[in-house]
């Protein structure tokens, strides 16, 4: 089946630092993929959508100058925390469709960020 | 808008036990329906999904579900649970043949397995 890989699967920063996450989709091609985050014993919280070569769509109440979004090709999306804080410590998802939308949607394994 | 209600925030069962674990969807046309689970840490692993066709539906690990449009539910079933089957799982929807549109999901119910 198809797979999203996600990477890294960890990562401990000093606040203050920013963090770049990598989202890719490995045997399709991903017109949009999805950013969630999920505090520990939380259900998944939509971020954001990641458009291929357009801007991406924020949910309310997230920071887009935070949370940078790119999406430069149908395979690959990124996520940048700017300037972490710890309270931005937490687990970090993407996941992506195919473009007919005939499929469930395919995780990536997930990113444990850590700001200290 | 679409919403999903997982009912059940934490469930306890015995292992051995059977399990029913409830999922009640909102939504405005023919569901993409969908079952993830998560280990600790980990990311999310599909179970099982109901498109169209057979409501009863089987999945991975000895798990199936049941869509009824007349409840708008998708409950999923196993006869007999393992320790193994201890985790958080997710009850999702989506919109057909749209996959720029995001997976809507339920708060989550937690699974706990005892001896």
């Known amino acids: 089946g198809a797979v999203v890989s996600q990477h890294p699967s960890w990562v401990i920063c000093k606040s203050g630092t920013s963090v770049k996450i990598e989202c890719r989709s490995l045997?399709?091609?991903?017109?949009?993929m999805f950013w969630y985050r999920q505090f520990p014993k939380q259900s998944l919280m939509l971020m954001a959508t990641?458009?291929?070569?357009?801007?991406?769509?924020?949910e309310q109440g997230v920071e887009k100058d935070k949370f940078l979004i790119n999406h430069a090709s149908l395979t690959l999306s990124t996520l940048t925390v700017t300037s972490a804080h710890p309270e931005d410590s937490s687990f970090y998802i993407c996941?992506?469709?195919?473009?007919?939308?005939?499929?469930?949607?395919?995780f990536g394994q997930g990113t444990r960020l850590t700001v200290v | 808008a679409q919403s999903v209600t997982q009912p059940d925030i934490h469930i306890t069962v015995s292992e051995g036990a059977s399990l029913e674990l409830r999922c009640n969807y909102s939504?405005?046309?023919?569901?993409?329906l969908f079952w993830y689970v998560q280990s600790p840490g980990q990311g999310l692993q599909l179970l099982l999904k109901?498109?169209?066709?057979?409501?009863l539906v089987q999945g991975i690990k000895g798990f199936e579900a049941e869509f009824k449009r007349s409840q708008s539910s998708f409950n999923l079933r196993k006869p007999s649970v393992h320790w193994s089957d201890a985790a958080e799982y997710f009850c999702?929807?989506?919109?057909?043949?749209?996959?720029?549109?995001?997976?809507?999901f339920g708060k989550g119910t937690r699974l706990s397995v005892i001896a």
């Open positions: 045997d399709f091609q991903a017109t949009t």
């Open positions: 109901y498109f169209s066709g057979d409501t």
């Open positions: 996941s992506a469709r195919d473009m007919t939308g005939n499929t469930e949607a395919f």
């Open positions: 990641s458009n291929e070569g357009s801007k991406a769509t924020y």
């Open positions: 999702a929807v989506g919109e057909a043949n749209s996959g720029n549109t995001p997976l809507v």
């Open positions: 939504y405005g046309a023919t569901p993409y």
